[in-house]
C-alpha cells in the first residue's frame, strides 16, 4: 500500500505548491493512474515515493513504513521504475539491462540468469532472440517490454511509471497499454501511473486520480468517472466524447441479453461495446448476434446507449 497523508511540495521561484496536502491511499495490488494538465503536480507526486523528490510536509508510507527513515538507495531498488524515454544502458545488452537491479542486490549469476529469461518471456520477448542484442537494435516497443521487464526483475511490491508509453508509436502503445497493464494485474502488484493520456489511464487504472493545482479533483474507478464527472472541470477534462471512451471500458458479454438476431453480423463476446457501436453504425443495424459459451444471445443498440450514458454526479 502507498499512503499519502498531508504531503506538499513547494519549488523555489514557483507561484504555487506543486502538490499542495495531497492526502491518497493506493490500496495494495491494485493500479492508480495520475492525470491531469501540466503542472498539475502528478509527476512530483510519483517521484515523492521514491525520494527522486522530497517533501516538504506531510508522510508518505510504503507497507506502512515512513519511506523518510529508509536509505534512498535501499528504497529505490525495492521499487520497479519505468520511465518514459526507457533509460536502458545503450552499451549494454538487454540481458544485463534487465539484470540491473538483481546484480546490485547480489544474486547469484545462475539465479540473474534465469529471471532474465523469465522476465523477457514474460514480456514477450523470446530470450534466444533479443537476450543479446543492444537496444539500438531494437524497435520503440520492444526497448519499451526490456524497460518494464527490468523493472519488475527484482520482483518489487511497488512499480512507478512515469509517462511509460509517450516514446512509443501509437500502433505499438494500445497494444503495450493492454499487454503490460494485463501482466502487472496478474502479478498483483502496487502501481503508480503518471500520464496525459485520458485512454491509457482509463484502460490501465483501476483507480483514475485527476489532479489540478496540486490536490486531487476526483479519485474514482474509471467507469464511475466517466459516468459522473464531479465538476465540470472534470467533465471538460475528459472529454465530450466521454461516452465512447465509457464504452471502451466494457465488454459485450456484459449487456448480452438472450435472443437471436436471424441474419445479424455476429460479433465475439469479449468484444467492446464500443466495437459493437462501430458495427452497428457501419452496417445500419441496430442489433447483433453474441458469439460466446453462454448460448444465443444479442446485444442491442438500446443496450449501448444506455450502458454509455453519462451525466453528473449527484450531490
Known amino acids: 500500500m502507498i499512503r499519502f497523508e498531508g504531503v506538499s511540495k513547494h519549488f523555489a521561484g514557483a507561484p ?72 536502458l544502458f545503450p552499451h549494454r545488452s538487454v540481458a544485463r539491462n534487465v539484470a540491473t537491479v538483481p546484480e546490485l542486490l547480489g544474486w547469484p549469476k545462475t539465479r540473474i540468469a534465469a529471471r532474465v529469461d523469465a522476465m523477457l518471456d514474460l514480456v514477450g520477448l523470446d530470450p534466444a532472440l533479443y537476450r543479446d542484442r543492444r537496444p539500438d537494435a531494437l524497435s520503440g ?22 509517462e511509460p508509453f509517450g516514446a512509443v508509436d501509437p ?12 501482466i502487472l494485474k496478474r502479478l498483483s502488484k502496487t502501481v503508480l501511473i503518471v500520464t496525459h493520456d485520458i485512454d491509457e489511464a482509463m484502460l490501465m487504472g483501476d483507480r483514475v486520480v485527476l489532479m489540478r493545482a496540486g490536490r486531487v479533483v476526483q479519485a474514482d474507478a474509471p467507469q464511475a468517472l466517466l459516468a459522473a464527472p464531479a465538476d465540470p472541470f472534470v467533465a471538460s477534462f475528459v472529454g465530450e466524447d466521454r461516452a465512447l471512451r ?14 437471436t438476431a436471424a441474419d445479424a453480423p455476429e460479433i465475439a463476446d469479449t468484444a467492446t461495446l464500443r466495437d459493437a457501436l462501430s458495427m452497428m453504425l457501419a452496417g445500419g443495424r441496430t442489433r447483433l448476434a453474441v458469439a460466446g459459451p453462454a448460448g444465443p444471445h444479442v446485444v442491442t443498440l438500446d443496450a449501448v446507449r444506455r450502458a454509455g450514458a453519462v451525466g453528473k454526479r449527484e450531490a
Open 171 to 182: 500502433v505499438a502503445r494500445g497494444r503495450l497499454q493492454a499487454e503490460i497493464g494485463t
Open 16 to 87: 504555487g505548491p506543486a502538490v499542495d496536502r495531497l492526502d491518497l491511499t493506493i490500496p495494495e495490488g491494485t493500479t492508480c493512474v495520475l492525470i491531469g494538465p501540466s503542472g498539475c503536480g502528478k509527476s512530483t507526486t510519483l517521484r515523492l515515493v521514491n525520494r527522486l523528490i522530497e517533501p516538504d510536509a506531510g508522510r508518505i508510507t510504503l507497507g506502512g513504513h515512513d519511506v523518510a527513515a529508509v536509505d534512498p538507495i535501499a528504497l529505490r531498488r525495492g521499487i520497479g521504475y519505468v520511465l518514459q524515454g526507457i533509460g
Open 246 to 259: 465509457r464504452l471502451a471500458l466494457l465488454t459485450v458479454s456484459e449487456t448480452a441479453e438472450p435472443g
Open 141 to 162: 516497443g520492444q526497448r519499451q517490454r526490456v524497460g518494464v521487464a527490468r523493472a519488475l526483475a527484482a520482483d518489487p511490491p511497488v512499480i512507478l511509471m512515469d
